[in-house]
Nanobody
């Protein structure tokens, strides 16, 4: 059983940057594809970004964050990061980390493991 713990959320102003972290325990981290989703108030959960297993050779981004957010992983620290630049009020949401052993369909939200989420609020 894999446990995921997100951190790094907070309240920022438009244009600011934040780095989210998600640390995993209970499994071999490098075996898992990792993803970030977000859910704004009253909205459906939305794909943000994903990175493939092992060395993370493949990275994927949702259209709304492409060019502003960067995903990376550090297998030695069992951690995946989401660097968020140029934040906008519409980026306000709870950000969730997810994991499983898929090798495709990274935007499909049916991941096996989920964290509890971290709140990101962007003021205008």
């Amino acid at each position: 059983q894999v446990q995921l713990t997100e951190s790094g959320g907070g309240l920022v102003q438009a244009g600011d940057s934040l780095r989210l972290s998600c640390t995993a325990s209970g499994g071999t981290f490098s075996n898992y594809a990792m993803a970030w989703f977000r859910q704004g108030s009253g909205k459906a959960r939305e794909f943000v970004s994903a990175i493939s297993w092992n060395r993370g050779a493949h990275k994927f981004y949702g259209d709304l964050v492409k060019g502003r957010f960067t995903i990376s992983r550090d297998n030695a620290k069992n951690t995946v990061y989401l660097e968020m630049n140029g934040l906008r009020p519409e980026d306000t949401a709870v950000y969730y980390c997810a994991a499983d052993q898929r090798t495709g369909d990274y935007a499909d939200p049916e991941y096996d493991y989920w964290g509890q989420g971290t709140q990101v609020t962007v003021s205008s």
